[in-house]
């Protein structure tokens, strides 16, 4: 055996395998397992999963979840939910000729006074009017802030990807006009209070990466 081939063989054996839970407002379930030599090395990692993971819904199987690693203590990483968003070919699915496409983006600080962006997306049946598009738009942003200014970013993100805020959206905008989808799309942390994580720098960061 070489050098480097033995020197390879002890780099693995130093390491030590972590399991990477989700946080408890998403069932605090195992999402990945990493192996790492240092486990302060893990703070600040991003573990990419997938709603279907957690709730073993074939409807969620197009949700991605992203969850940023907080914090590392006895082989357990614990995370918060660094952003989600639908995966490109289910939101290419949901375009049809002779419909509206509405999109509204809000950039919100929570309860809690975690910052984050909110994407909304909303497909129409037919064919709207300019005015018809704003009002739906207002409804969103109307529902997205009143959310946020009294609810933590625990609970906003809980139903913005399980899709609480999308139907609340839709049973107003509804009379409007005609609705075929609403759903928040994406969302992502943009920054997090401090004290909130005790945790490293890189942390905050990470947070803010794109």
Do not use: C
Request: proline share 3%.
């Amino acid at each position: 055996m070489s050098k480097a081939t033995r020197k390879v063989r002890d780099k693995w054996r130093l390491k030590e395998w972590y399991d990477v839970y989700s946080p408890s407002y998403f069932g605090e379930l195992v999402v990945a397992s990493v192996p790492v030599e240092d486990p302060g090395s893990l703070i600040g990692r991003v573990v990419e999963t997938t709603l279907y993971d957690i709730t073993n819904d074939f409807a969620h199987q197009s949700i991605k979840l992203y969850f940023l690693i907080v914090n590392s203590k006895d082989h357990r990483a614990e995370t918060i939910l660094k952003s989600h968003e639908y995966a490109t070919d289910y939101l290419r699915s949901l375009v049809r000729r002779g419909s509206t496409r509405m999109d509204g983006i809000f950039k919100v600080r929570t309860k809690d006074q975690f910052s984050t962006r909110i994407s909304v997306v909303a497909f129409t049946r037919d064919r709207i009017k300019a005015s018809q598009e704003h009002g739906i738009r207002q409804i969103m942003k109307q529902i997205i802030e009143e959310r946020a200014t009294n609810l933590t970013y625990e609970q906003v993100l809980h139903e913005a990807v399980l899709g609480k805020l999308g139907s609340d959206i839709y049973n107003l905008a509804k009379k409007i006009a005609p609705l075929r989808h609403v759903g928040v799309r994406k969302s992502k942390l943009l920054s997090i209070p401090p004290g909130v994580v005790a945790t490293p720098a890189q942390v905050v960061e990470q947070a803010k990466a794109a």
